[in-house]
């Protein structure tokens, strides 16, 4: 148990589908990232957010979009996917503000476009 | 950006064997993690280490921040130490930009 939930654990969609995944940490932490996780390529950043405020946006296209209502909760909601966006997605949590921020990860959502 | 290379990308041990697995960075880091993947997906943190030496039982790890890399060792090999080791970085740029390598794939035979 690390402290970082998310939901659904497996997620099968059409296209025109419209999903959202969930990641809800207990940690205290006040920053939390989604990553994507393709088979064969390295662990990409997607976005982050540090005290509910967007940070980092790495180029992720527009059909994914996020939400950090608050510190311990984050949401990617999906739209219009392609198969190509079949992956790993894994949410994580840090302390957030400065120094020290090892990050604690959830146990992903598999996420499968037909 | 920085740059994050790991190896070897693959190796496999008997059991009891030890081993040790390199990441080599391109610039200045604040952060360093070492993470193992289980065969199940799920990703463990098994050492903050942006600089310095730590020990947690069997693993052990080593960042040499001024020479740009960090090493992990793993003594006495169990099956279960099998899965992928990634390293993730994070530059002294800060903005939470965290880079992580292409992981070592380790399979420990028994």
């Known amino acids: 148990e690390t402290g970082v939930t998310q939901t659904p654990r497996h997620l099968v969609m059409g296209m025109t589908n419209k999903k959202s995944l969930k990641c809800e940490q207990h940690l205290g932490h006040n920053a939390m990232y989604w990553y994507k996780q393709s088979a064969k390529k390295p662990l990409e950043l997607m976005f982050v957010y540090n005290f509910k405020e967007q940070t980092e946006n790495n180029s992720v296209p527009s059909r994914f979009s996020p939400e950090c209502p608050n510190s311990s909760h984050l949401f990617l909601h999906l739209h219009t996917l392609q198969p190509e966006d079949s992956a790993l997605y894994l949410c994580a949590s840090s302390r957030g503000g400065q120094g020290y921020q090892p990050q604690h990860f959830g146990d992903g959502t598999r996420l499968s476009i037909l | 950006g920085i740059q994050v290379e790991q190896s070897p990308p693959d190796l496999i041990l008997q059991e009891g064997a030890n081993s040790t697995l390199r990441c080599n960075f391109s610039?200045?880091?604040?952060?360093l993690q070492w993470f193992h993947q289980n065969p199940w997906g799920q990703l463990i943190n098994l050492f903050y280490i942006p600089s310095g030496t730590k020990q947690n039982g069997r693993l052990s790890a080593t960042t040499v921040a001024t020479e740009r890399y960090s090493l992990l060792y793993i003594s006495s090999s169990q099956t279960t130490d099998s899965g992928v080791y990634f390293c993730a970085v994070e530059g002294d740029t800060g903005g939470f930009k965290t880079i992580f390598g292409a992981g070592t794939r380790l399979f420990v035979k028994a």
């Open positions: 610039d200045s880091v604040n952060n």
